[in-house]
């Protein structure tokens, strides 16, 4: 009877630790489902497109801007039509005295005007102006490699941002077959 316990002690302490141990490497794999591997990489070809780049330029230039002396001020005319009219009411009698003012003013107005826009009262400078202007170029730029590599005797294609070099990293995931 002794060693009938003993047997059936060693069997059931045999099946817990192989259902401890099932457990133990069921919850790693479902940590890790994927196994992961390296693969020889037969080729890597560059992937290029073709894209718009702007390269922005600040453009100046010297502009001639003319200029008055004194801005745009009335006095030359103002004066002038006062004047006028004080020589033109000197001539004339009656209503013509009135005509004779009235044209003097006029007369000195159009001279103060003139006297005004003299070439002596007007000047140009040079000024710089400034703005920035895109100009644009296009450019082949690599987007992407198309890579070419040999996992377990098996070719495949994939396309990577980045030149994976000799060998790629490659996933392996392991699932049942369904015939059971």
């Excluded at 140009?124 to 005797?153: A, I, M």
Aim: proline share 4%; aromatic share 8%; charged share 25%.
């Amino acid at each position: 009877m002794k060693t009938t316990l003993s047997i059936l002690a060693i069997l059931l302490i045999g099946c817990a630790g192989s259902a401890m141990a099932r457990h133990h490497a069921d919850a790693d794999y479902a940590d890790y489902p994927d196994y992961a591997d390296t693969a020889p990489v037969l080729s890597a070809t560059p992937i290029y497109e073709t894209v718009r780049v702007s390269h922005p330029e600040e453009e100046c230039w010297n502009e001639q801007v003319k200029h008055r002396r004194g801005g745009d001020s009335a006095t030359g005319t103002l004066a002038g039509g006062i004047v006028g009219g004080v020589i033109g009411n000197q001539f004339g009698h009656g209503a013509g005295n009135t005509a004779m003012t009235v044209a003097g003013s006029l007369l000195g107005a159009s001279i103060g005007h003139d006297l005004d826009r003299e070439p002596e009262r007007r000047y140009v400078t040079d000024e710089r102006h400034c703005e920035v202007v895109d100009h644009y170029s296009k450019e082949e730029r690599v987007v992407g490699y198309r890579v070419t590599y040999r996992y377990k005797g098996q070719t495949f294609v994939t396309r990577t941002v980045e030149d994976p070099g000799d060998r790629i990293p490659v996933r392996m995931a392991v699932e049942p077959l369904d015939r059971y």
